[in-house]
């Protein structure tokens, strides 16, 4: 007897179809609709199939390599509402596969779908900043049958913000995102095709701070950020602890003298008088820092630490034959730039010039570095 053979009534085509694929699962096949129909005068009934009935139909004209699971099982199920009791049965059952039960049923992609109460969940918990992986594991601990993956989770969140948008272009709720959330923003576009080319935002929070430290700002723009592989630009300030915060960022389609001074002209158009950085710090991006001598010419300019010591060790290493002495160079470089007093700047110079006697080609690199630092500790 098949397993699918029963007598139940089901109050509904979803408590039915959820039956259905609940016993399918059990003996290891995955079934889905194969059309549905709703008679004039109320009748209605749903033809189901394996997921592996039917015939695979070629596309023409595409190159595109395809594959199919379709070999046209037999199998076929008849669910139908009768009027008289109000109610769902399965009239016809074909319980014939002419392929073996599959041994797990991750991969299925029917399978995989979420529940519309793990929708929902996927929906609360994205609002509240749950990692997807962590959203996941909570479905997968609630429901212990579940075989979604976390590709299931990113589609579901996709789809979800899709909805929230209400059909809004990802520009457009950009734009009403800065307007509600109380940003400051500037844009550029372009003249002749009228497009969005540069995009300046601040909080009014982030402005509360810098009024409070606005003496150091490190600018630094980042790449492979977005699915539009355009610079983004961090503006950063410190407190007097040494804590860093955002003040500001900006979207820019290309790395020009002219773009950074467009950015740069939005960021002093927000700054009172008070607020004016007395000491900008910057990697070796020549087209930012002539545009911060144009833009803030009082302050003074100063290349970042870290990008320092990425160019010392990227090309002094090689010169060290043995794992020790670089360690220890690497150790004394170290102890140089995270000098707090002049004296212990002194004296680790000192140390680390006495070490580099039989490297002359690596104290040659250090001298130039020294002049950087030397303007930083004064």
Same mark, same amino acid.
């Given at each position: ?21 609940? !016993? ?197 723009? !980042? ?58 710090? !910057? ?96």
């Amino acid at each position: 007897m098949s397993v699918f053979s029963t007598d139940q009534e089901f109050k509904s085509r979803e408590e039915m179809m959820e039956w259905v694929q609940n !016993t399918a699962r059990d003996v290891g096949y995955v079934i889905v609709t194969k059309r549905s129909r709703t008679k004039p005068n109320g009748y209605s009934k749903v033809i189901l199939m394996c997921e592996r009935g039917g015939v695979y139909r070629s596309v023409k004209g595409t190159s595109k390599a395809t594959g199919t699971k379709k070999i046209n099982c037999p199998f076929e199920l008849i669910g139908a509402y009768t009027k008289m009791n109000d109610c769902w049965k399965l009239v016809h059952i074909r319980d014939e596969h002419n392929h073996p039960p599959a041994q797990h049923m991750e991969g299925h992609a029917y399978v995989e779908r979420l529940s519309r109460n793990e929708f929902q969940l996927v929906a609360d918990l994205t609002k509240k900043h749950v990692a997807p992986r962590d959203i996941l594991g909570i479905i997968k601990e609630q429901n212990g049958d579940n075989v979604s993956t976390l590709k299931t989770v990113y589609n579901a969140r996709n789809k979800i913000r899709k909805i929230n948008h209400k059909g809004k272009s990802p520009m457009q709720v950009v734009m009403s995102r800065l307007q509600e959330n109380g940003y400051t923003y500037y844009t550029s576009i372009n003249s002749i095709s009228n497009e969005l080319e540069s995009l300046f935002f601040a909080h009014q929070t982030s402005l509360d701070l810098l009024r409070a430290f606005p003496h150091v700002m490190l600018m630094d723009a !980042t790449y492979k950020t977005n699915k539009y592989n355009i610079p983004f630009l961090e503006i950063i300030g410190v407190t007097s602890t040494s804590k860093t915060f955002s003040i500001a960022f900006a979207f820019m389609h290309k790395e020009t003298k002219d773009i950074y001074v467009w950015v740069l002209h939005c960021l002093k158009s927000i700054l009172d008088n008070c607020m004016q950085p007395r000491v900008i710090v !910057t990697d070796r991006e020549f087209a930012l820092m002539n545009a911060c001598q144009q833009i803030f010419p009082d302050a003074t300019q100063l290349l970042c630490r870290f990008h320092i010591s990425q160019s010392i060790f990227r090309n002094c290493k090689s010169h060290f034959k043995s794992k020790h002495k670089w360690e220890s160079f690497t150790s004394m470089w170290s102890s140089l730039i995270e000098s707090s007093t002049l004296t212990s700047f002194k004296e680790n110079y000192k140390e680390l010039q006495s070490m580099l006697t039989k490297y002359p080609g690596i104290f040659l690199i250090i001298i130039v570095v020294i002049v950087v630092l030397l303007a930083f500790s004064s």
